[in-house]
Each structure stands twice: as structure tokens, then as C-alpha cells.
């Protein structure tokens, strides 16, 4: 079957269509499902298709209007919610709970959520982001793993998506701050445009590392990718602490809109999305795993070098399970 070559341009709901005879009959699952939002625009993409489309959040009310626009627009659709707060390992571990006790099959997992902003510590002692980013869910992927392993057949192989970014090759980034893993910097840093763009960048280069690490230990029996969706104008935007980032890196004017950028070009969320479910569904990545994606096709040129490591992709999966205190043996 010949496939489109996707592009800057191309969208979600374009992907969908390209792959609807995969995504039929498949269950996903994916973090981070706001309004606004890239993950709720995958979910909008996948829906037509999905035998179920499950998604999450940590807020009740703001996952309720997510499911009742899916309802709305996919009224025959299978939409299901899960209550998922990253960031608590006890959350994660009730939310695991639940859907192992689906009577479906999970074949692909998307983990989308991310926390940018400002700094505090979690009721597990982990800084926000990469709580949100890293330990939530390496943990929400190991506890799911064998029901993704249980909808394999000889003729599909699950997978699980990261969603990274290019700022994880931000300049001046040049790895991880192993001393820094699990608290982050001091909140008189942490909470400055650049402490936070720093943390960032190196929670999106674990993104990166989780896939190639997942996929080299899964040894083909499921396939992890990562990505950079796009510059895009999410619900992020309406984060008060994060207006003094985007102004000092341009993003932002002073009356909270768009800024063009002549660095970069913006993406619509459809846009944005198109590479998560291109990431999800491309048969054409099947030879690839662990492979980095930008605008719908691997690019292994954009990928910073601390973030292909593989001694750095072993070290933070060594790390992490120290930080839980369990071990991820797949």
C-alpha cells in the first residue's frame, strides 16, 4: 500500500486518513488530553478509526470538556476518560490499575503530558517537570507494558510514543545534569526564563533517550519513537508564569499573541499533531525503532548528540529506577 510523504503542512486528520485501515480497530491510549492541546487534537484525529481512544488528565472538570468535544464532534466514537496526575506515582499506579483491567487490549500508548512552569517539588520529592515528563511516565509505560505486549500479533507490534521537542537541542544544552536528575535546580534558578528552558530542554532529551532505551531493551517486541511536533500555540499559552518565557524567547507579544518568528514557522494543532499519529500508525517506521520524528519523517540530523547517546539512554533508565526504586525489567 503506498503511503503519502508527509511534510511541514501536513495535518493529524491527514495522517489518519492515510493510516485508517491500521488504526482501525486499534486502542490508544494518550496523556495529556486538555483543551488546546496537542494530545487532544491526536485524540480528534484518532477517534473516526479508533475501537477506543482513551484520555487523560489530572483535572476532572477540564477532562469532562475534553470528552464532551470528542462526544460532540464523534458522537458514534468510543471515548473513554482516565484520571492521571504524572506527576503522583500513587496516581499513576491507580490509573495503571484501571486500564489493566480493561477487557480491551492497549496496542498503542502516547505519552504527551508535559509540565512547564513553575518550580516545586512533587509529594514524591521529584521537580515538576520531569516528574511529569520522566518518572510518571516511565512508570505508567512499565506498569502497562505487558497489556501492550498482549495485543501483538504476528502481524502488529505495539508502540509506545514520546513526545519530545527540538528545544531538547536547545543552544547552550549540551546534556543532562545527571547531579540535578530528580529535584532540579535551585528554585531561584529553576524559576527564571532560562532555569526553566534549561529543565526543559533536558526533560525533552529524556523523551528522546526513553525511546531509543525502550526500544533497544524490547528488543522488537514493541516499538518506541519520540518526536518534535511543531512550534505551536497550545493551551500553554495561557500560563501566566510562562508569559515572561515566551516574550524573552520571542514566542509571545505583549498582548499575549503569536509572534512571527523569522527562526521558525507555526503550526496549526492539527499540524502539531500530525506526527504523533504518524508516529503511532507509519509502517514505513517499522524497521526504525527508536526513531526521532520532525514533520512526519525520521531525522536523525536533528537529534543533539547527548540525546543519542546510548550510554546516556542506559544511564537514565539506570537512574530513574533508582529514583522509583524498582526495577523495569522487560
Known sequence: MAFPTFTFDSTAQEAASAFKD??????????????KSLGLETARALAPYANLVVITGYNAERLRLSEEALRTEFPSAN????????????????????????????HVLVNNAASIGSFYLTEDGFEIQAATAQFGPFLFTK?????????????YVPRVVFVSSEAHASPGIKGIDWSKF?????????????????????VKSMNVLMAIELS?????????????????????????????????????????????????????LPQGAAT???????????????????????????????????????????????????????
Open 22 to 35: 491500521l488504526i482501525t480497530g486499534k486502542n490508544v491510549l494518550i496523556t495529556g488530553t486538555s483543551l
Open 79 to 106: 471515548i473513554r476518560t482516565l484520571t492521571l496526575d504524572l506527576s503522583s506515582l500513587a496516581s499513576v499506579r491507580k490509573a495503571a490499575a484501571e486500564v489493566n483491567a480493561y477487557s480491551e487490549p492497549l
Open 143 to 155: 506498569l502497562l507494558t505487558p497489556k501492550l505486549l498482549a495485543s501483538a500479533t504476528p502481524s
Open 182 to 202: 530528580r529535584t532540579g535546580y535551585p528554585a531561584e534558578e529553576a524559576n527564571t526564563s532560562e532555569g526553566m528552558m534549561k529543565r526543559y530542554s533536558e
Open 216 to 268: 533497544r531493551r524490547a528488543k522488537g517486541k514493541l516499538r518506541a519513537y519520540s518526536l518534535h511536533p511543531g512550534t505551536i500555540v497550545t493551551n500553554g499559552f495561557e500560563k501566566e508564569a510562562l508569559k515572561p518565557v515566551f516574550l524573552q524567547y520571542g514566542l509571545m507579544t505583549e498582548d499575549g499573541q503569536p509572534k512571527e518568528n523569522p527562526m521558525f514557522k507555526w503550526k496549526t
Open 276 to 330: 504523533t499519529v504518524i508516529a503511532a500508525f507509519d509502517p514505513r517506521l517499522d524497521d526504525k525503532p527508536g526513531a526521532y520524528l520532525f514533520d512526519g519523517i525520521p531525522a536523525p540530523q536533528h537529534v543533539a548528540p547527548h540525546a543519542s547517546d546510548a550510554a546516556n539512554a542506559e544511564k537514565l533508565w539506570t537512574l530513574t529506577e533508582e529514583a522509583l526504586g524498582e526495577k523495569w525489567e522487560l
